[in-house]
């Protein structure tokens, strides 16, 4: 039914860009906050970028700022992550999430009802 899928990963040079994209299908999207979470091996899931229903309000990991931005079209029921700059460390299996559930946090994976099932960005030195 309600499906959200990630493309664009793959692998990348350190300080190259890459730009992922995530359609969602089956259900409302453009009144939803949408956001990228990742998770790299033997971590927990991170939180990357949030997108507000209008694009307006974005919001982002320190440890990115800067060098990531992320985007919307909603037209076509897509989120984008335009990464820049990589680095080693942003080496991860990047996740598309949305419709942020009401009360909850944006910046915890488990405030959101929908999830993709990721793309891997590896970043080479």
């Known amino acids: 039914q309600v499906r959200l899928v990630e493309s664009g990963g793959g692998l990348a040079q350190a300080g190259g860009s890459r730009r992922l994209s995530c359609a969602a299908s089956?259900?409302?999207?453009?009144?939803?906050?949408m956001a990228w979470f990742r998770q790299a091996p033997g971590k927990e899931r991170e939180f990357v970028a949030a997108?507000?229903?209008?694009?307006?309000?974005?919001y982002y990991a320190d440890s990115v700022k800067g060098r990531f931005t992320i985007s919307r079209d909603n037209a076509k029921n897509t989120v984008y992550l335009q990464m820049n700059s990589l680095k080693p460390e942003d080496t991860a299996v990047y996740y598309c999430?949305?419709?942020?559930?009401?009360?909850?946090?944006?910046?915890?994976?488990?405030?959101?009802?929908?999830w993709g099932q990721g793309t891997q960005v590896t970043v080479s030195s």
């Open positions: 997108i507000s229903w209008n694009g307006v309000s974005t």
């Open positions: 089956g259900g409302t999207f453009s009144s939803a906050t």
């Open positions: 999430a949305a419709n942020l559930k009401l009360g909850s946090s944006k910046y915890t994976p488990s405030g959101y009802i929908y």
